[in-house]
């Protein structure tokens, strides 16, 4: 590898493919297509700032800023998709598949504390293209779950459900870091 900005090149993940692991004990969910995006799925993360007060800054601006961690945003206009998968998506906060129920104890869920997250990964498969080896594979984003707002479009044009998923970071106690995504697409089955 060269120097900094010696590598530039074009890049094309080629056609998005969204998996999510609904259903089961975070982590032991086996990956699922939801469906495929009208277009490219817009991924972005921000960062979270608190802006910090002193008086010899005065009271108007902030004296520092405070960087407190980043969370991440998928949006994915699905025109094709598995209406079983789509709907676990959309039971919150248990993933049970039973749109518009919500069992005693549902609401106040704390959606890590309980494990009630699933990840979610976006795979390029172009990066399996030469032009493409040093591109990552897509993103793996551990903790995971369908935001909404759900939509539920009816008519005599073709569907096409809008998906807004967050992605938290997970605390580890072990060493005391966060963990928000990477690049891992091992496991993940072939599209059918």
Known sequence: MGALGTNQQLWCTGPAIIYVGVGATPGTA????????????????????????????GVKHPFDDSWQGQIGIGRFDLTRWDQGVLQRCQTRPDFSGTPGFWPFGAKGTLMKTEGMYYSSWVKFPYNAKPAYVAMPAGYRFPVSWLWGPDEMPVGVTPR?????????????PQDGSDFLYDYDMSNLPGLS
């Open 30 to 57: 086996i990956p699922v297509p939801p469906g495929t995006a009208e277009a490219c799925p817009t991924i972005t993360l921000y960062d979270e700032w608190t802006e910090a007060f002193n008086d010899l800054g």
């Open 160 to 172: 096409k459900v809008s998906c807004i998923f967050i992605y938290r970071s997970i605390f580890n």
